[in-house]
């Protein structure tokens, strides 16, 4: 059953929509204005005022934009700004911001210019010394890590990986004693090989968290060990499909520690010693904290049963 609207959202949207009326929107500035990844709602009521304030829109694909700026009711003068023609579009909106026009930059999907075309023009905009105004919103990476469990400061994003084999398991090997969580994007058709590719670089008892089609009809998000996770994509023809963004739990301590080597020293103690014991030994010889060196031991013991 649909829930019906609540009564008081329209007047909050009539709030919302008196306070922007007393913010200012500088002219001679870009707009970095996140868009949503799915769910048509996940658009800030700032970035829908941006959007029906700035003279022009500089879209990753001008039919995809134009559809979305339809939901909202919006039309707007828009122009192609992708990987291809970065340098030439560059000029130009340099120039009509010299000219003190408000421009938009948007992706197709989420933040522009996080593995999205945009940082190029971005950085020539600010290399003119003109202002650029980030308009936050929906990504993809935050979304996936607010739900992932991995209890950890920090994150390193990866972004893509390379298509190729070799390259990719350089780049693998050498976040492999990287103590923060991993995040990488991948795309439905690498899915299967790059969670291979995961599983040999990075072992069995590493956790990896799935999230397909975040904010989309058929989100999923799925933790579980990296020597689960080839067969639960099997499981289901469907998992397989959509956009991805993979976590990988980072390796435990600090990131100076050989992650590599305290999961071959707890694997040559668990044979003997039980899981408590084996972590107590690893501490001591790698100098690594015992408590994450526990939680690998536990892992790697279940992982062997």
């Known amino acids: ?14 709030t919302l929509a008196d306070e922007l009326e007393r913010q200012s929107f500088p002219p001679a500035a870009l707009y970095v204005v996140a868009t949503p990844i799915g769910n048509i709602a996940d658009i800030s009521v700032r970035a829908l005022k941006i959007l029906s304030v700035v003279d022009s ?18 039309s707007k003068n828009l122009f192609a700004a992708h990987q291809h023609n970065e340098l030439e579009v560059t000029t130009k909106i340099i120039q009509r911001l010299q000219a003190g026009e408000r421009i938009a930059l948007v992706s197709d999907a989420g933040t ?3 593995s999205d075309p945009g940082a190029r023009i971005v950085d020539a905009v600010l290399g003119a010394g003109l202002r650029v105004v980030p308009v936050a919103g929906a990504s993809a990476a935050i979304a996936a890590l607010s739900v992932s469990g991995l209890v950890c400061d920090q994150f390193h994003f990866a972004g893509f990986l390379p298509a190729k084999a070799k390259q990719r398991e350089s780049v693998l090997s050498a976040l492999l004693s990287t103590a923060a969580t991993l995040v990488f994007y991948e795309a439905p058709h690498r899915i299967v090989e790059t969670v291979d590719a995961l599983l040999q670089v990075f072992g069995p008892a590493r956790r990896i968290v799935f999230g397909r089609e975040i904010s989309k009809l058929f989100e999923q998000i799925h933790r579980c060990p990296l020597s689960e996770a080839g ?3 099997a499981e289901d023809a469907n998992r397989q499909r959509g956009e991805f963004v993979l976590l990988v739990e980072g390796a435990a301590g600090s990131g100076d520690d050989d992650a590599a080597e305290a999961e071959r020293i707890l694997g040559i103690l668990l044979e003997d010693c039980s899981v408590s014991q084996a972590a107590a030994l690893t501490a001591r010889i790698t100098g ?16 062997e049963k």
Do not use: H, V
């Not at 059953?1 to 009539?14: E, I, R, V």
């Not at 990753?60 to 909202?72: A, G, H, V």
């Open 1 to 14: 059953m649909t829930p019906s609207p609540l009564p008081s959202l329209t007047a909050s949207l009539a």
């Open 57 to 74: 829109i500089a879209c990753e694909d001008t039919r995809n934009s134009s559809q979305l700026l339809s939901r909202y009711g919006l």
């Open 112 to 114: 522009p210019a996080i």
């Open 231 to 233: 067969a639960w994509l």
């Open 288 to 303: 690594q904290k015992k408590n994450s060196l526990y939680e690998l031991a536990l892992r790697l013991s279940e992982t």
